[in-house]
T-cell receptor, first 110, second 115 residues
Framework: RKEVEQDPGPFNVPEGATVAFNCTYS??????FFWYRQDCRKEPKLLMS???SGNEDGRFTAQLNRASQYISLLIRDSKLSDSATYLC???????????FGAGTQVVVTP | NAGVTQTPKFQVLKTGQSMTLQCAQD?????MYWYRQDPGMGLRLIYYSASEGTTDKGEVPNGYNVSRLNKREFSLRLESAAPSQTSVYFC??????????????FGEGSRLTVL
């Protein structure tokens, strides 16, 4: 079983709609969680950290569910520019190496 | 700001040839990483260097060697390239302790094809 698993999608979303997707992780001792964004043929970039209490950054909301061992990302009022692959990233222990999921592709259509 | 610079951006090799991917960062980061990315597989760690003078294997080190030349530079060498090493390679860096903040800075990637 992979350490970090994501639905590869694609999630086809009409412009202005809301989309949400999850990422599951296998190590219950995981410490830190992040979402990265990767545009086609580009390098990944940090989108946001995921805190225990949940956090919001503009139209993006990230949640952590430790009991069920998953994190989620919700995008409200989707823009065409949100089309990308979203990578879930987990640090299994303090100062451990970042572990990447394979990514969820989101395609926002006009 | 250059950030993380990788060279070359594209390379085509024949099976059995060798080559070195170069990576340099100008952010004074302690830790540097080499990943490969294949369709459906996500980013897989090849080697990393937690600090100058140290290197460690990651998830998929076979067929690769690395050198942490100094704090700025971390190179990846393919001694005898194989078609299975066709991939996009990313170098990344992070400052000490920042695995908690998660901000790994990536280079633009090197697209390698082995025929």
């Amino acid at each position: 079983r992979k350490e970090v698993e994501q639905d590869p999608g694609p999630f086809n979303v009409p412009e202005g709609a809301t989309v949400a997707f999850n990422c599951t992780y296998s190590n219950s001792a995981s410490q830190s969680f992040f979402w990265y964004r990767q545009d086609c043929r580009k390098e990944p970039k940090l989108l946001m950290s995921v805190y225990s209490s949940g956090n919001e950054d503009g139209r993006f909301t990230a949640q952590l569910n430790r009991a069920s061992q998953y994190i989620s990302l919700l995008i409200r009022d989707s823009k065409l520019s949100d089309s990308a692959t979203y990578l879930c990233v987990v640090t299994p222990f303090v100062r451990g190496k970042l572990q990447f999921g394979a990514g969820t592709q989101v395609v926002v259509t006009p | 700001n250059a950030g993380v610079t990788q060279t070359p951006k594209f390379q085509v090799l024949k099976t059995g040839q060798s080559m070195t991917l170069q990576c340099a960062q100008d952010m004074n980061h302690n830790s540097m990483y080499w990943y490969r990315q294949d369709p459906g597989m996500g980013l897989r760690l090849i080697y990393y260097s937690a600090s100058e003078g140290t290197t460690d294997k990651g998830e998929v080190p076979n067929g690769y060697n690395v050198s942490r030349l100094n704090k700025r530079e971390f190179s990846l060498r393919l001694e005898s390239a194989a078609p299975s090493q066709t991939s996009v390679y990313f170098c990344a860096s992070i400052t000490r302790g920042s695995t908690l903040t998660g901000e790994l800075f990536f280079g633009e990637g090197s697209r390698l094809t082995v025929l």
